[in-house]
């Protein structure tokens, strides 16, 4: 059962990556792109643990691979962030 739940989440995540590189294509938003490659990230570290064998979250390359993505997820907000006061400051300076 637990490779079954873990197979899903690994699909689901693997579909919602193609969404936001969908959304990409269509707006060329680099936020996208950072959530798609976030997604990826879960959902191959989903599929990982269901792969390997003796595994849970605790597994230090499970582990990373969840922290690595949960830090493209902060660098895309930070970077959405800092793109938009880029925006402001350059409206005033006009």
């Known amino acids: 059962m637990k490779l079954v739940l873990l197979g899903a989440i690994a699909m689901a995540c693997l579909i919602i990556s193609l969404i936001f590189i969908r ?23 989903r599929l990982m643990l269901g792969l390997m064998p003796h595994t849970d979250d605790q597994t230090p390359l499970i582990y990373l691979t969840q922290l690595f993505g949960f830090l493209v997820i902060i660098y ?5 962030n800092r793109a938009k006061r880029r925006g402001e400051e350059n409206s005033r300076d006009t």
């Open 23 to 45: 959304f990409w294509f269509t707006t060329r938003d680099r936020f996208f792109l950072f959530f798609a490659i976030s997604f990826a990230i879960a959902g191959i570290g």
């Open 76 to 80: 895309a907000i930070a970077d959405k």
